[in-house]
């Protein structure tokens, strides 16, 4: 017999304890052993639940206890969660988070202590929920060379974004609708503005390459830019916008973290996952291309992953080491946007002859070297699918003001 512990019983908290006793036999049959709640921490009280007699306000009490072996945290932020883990580590017992904030911020911290105690910190449910990518990443395809992982990491921009295009609303509108259904925060700026992606594929990058890649380190910009023209337009050219976060190693060595939105050509399969739905793409030399997809958020999905990791923390006794990442003590391992080399989707205020500005556009790049790209264009919009360097698309944006095309907005463009 095994205890474990829960510290929060929120949404994610809750479904964890749910899904414990829901599913008990099945849950003590993969961990080979029978298990048992033995803590819930929680300030709040809780009279009513049938789970009363389990509840405390001390973490002392779980570390006191010689019996729990795994703590699951559930509770959000970095403190006191950081504090609580690092005490649970450093006295052997291992850690299972949801927590993207804190590992993203901290992760290198709670790993290393892991190291140093035997024991084990584990967080597939920080990114993508119910999706398993965490344990795929260091273990299933240990054995590539990881090149570049882009993901739609956030249901809730990929909810209104869907939204803007198939039922014609404004960003504000599409806002509000995913309020009034509860994917959206009533403050919703972590979503909107990159902040949760961001965290997400900090812990992507620092899983695939090695390294703690900090929030800090990342360009992130949002969707509060995006337009109904903008999805219109995109759609028009048989596309989607989509908020990718993505990391990707460059030729001199360094790797690329960004959050931002891009165009998404139906070409590739993330154009098409819609609603509240995630999908991540990791590109390797042995695999070339492999996707993950699934609800990225939820009280049930997240308690999936979560007990996923704490039936793993249960059957290994030792630390697990191919997941794992160290703090660098520096940054300048990591890129600046001002490095990207991209495709470009412009969109413009005027209508033009579809056909003349294509032709303008690629007569343009043939003259400064790039001869065979295959440009495409509507009236109001361009699509160059090859990358670009920032002094060529900045020269291109010039040339189109300068002959009376100003671009209105322009975004990154995915390879197909």
């Known amino acids: 017999m095994k205890k474990f512990a829960v510290l929060g019983f929120g949404t994610v908290g809750s ?57 699951a945290e559930c509770m959000g932020g970095v403190e006191p969660a950081f504090s609580y883990l690092m005490r649970c580590l450093e006295n052997g017992i291992s850690t299972v988070t949801s927590n993207k904030e804190l590992i993203a911020k901290k992760g290198a911290e709670l790993l290393a202590a892991a190291k140093s105690h035997s024991c084990n910190c ?7 929920g119910a999706i398993p990518i965490i344990r795929p990443l260091h273990r299933c395809l240990a054995a590539n060379e990881i090149s570049a992982i882009y993901g739609i990491l956030n249901g809730t921009t990929n909810y209104i974004l869907n939204k803007m295009l198939t039922d014609g ?25 990159g902040h949760d992606a961001c965290r997400k594929i900090c812990i992507l990058a620092s899983l695939a390459f090695g390294k703690h890649v900090y929030p800090e ?36 060595g360094r790797i690329l973290p960004a959050v931002l939105p ?15 739905f995630n999908c991540v793409e990791v590109c390797g030399d042995a695999i070339d291309r492999a996707y993950f997809c699934g ?43 001002d490095a990207l080399n991209c495709g470009m989707f412009i969109r413009f205020d005027a209508k033009y002859d579809s056909a003349k500005l294509s032709s303008f556009v690629s007569e343009y790049l043939a003259a400064h070297g790039h001869s065979d790209i295959p440009v495409t264009a509507s009236a109001n919009a361009c699509l160059i ?7 060529e698309r900045d020269a291109l944006l010039d040339a189109l003001n300068a002959n009376g095309m100003p671009a209105a907005h322009w975004m990154p463009a995915m390879e197909a």
């Open 15 to 71: 479904g964890v304890v749910e899904l414990f006793y829901k599913n008990r036999a099945k849950i003590e049959q993969k961990a080979g052993e029978p298990l048992e709640l033995g803590y819930i921490l929680d300030l709040r009280d809780f009279p009513d639940s049938p789970f009363a007699d389990k509840f405390t306000k001390n973490i002392d009490d779980i570390l006191s206890d010689p019996e729990i072996t795994v703590v």
């Open 122 to 128: 584990f967080f597939e449910a920080s990114v993508g």
């Open 169 to 193: 609303m404004s960003f504000e509108d599409a806002l509000a609708k995913a309020q009034k259904h509860g994917y959206a925060e009533r403050e919703p700026s972590a979503d909107v503005d």
């Open 217 to 252: 380190s990342v360009y992130t910009k949002g969707i509060r830019e995006i337009s109904l023209d903008d999805a219109a337009a995109a759609h028009e050219l048989d596309g989607a916008i989509k908020l990718i976060a993505f990391v990707k190693q460059l030729e001199d």
């Open 262 to 276: 891009m165009y998404v050509p139906h070409e590739n399969m993330i154009s098409r996952v819609d609603g509240v």
């Open 295 to 337: 609800r990225g958020a939820g009280k049930f999905p997240t308690a999936s992953a979560v007990m996923g990791d704490v039936i793993e923390a249960v059957k290994h006794h030792k630390t697990v080491f191919s997941q794992d990442w160290v703090d660098a003590g520096t940054q300048d391992f990591i890129a600046g946007i």
């Open 385 to 391: 699918p090859e990358p670009l360097a920032k002094a």
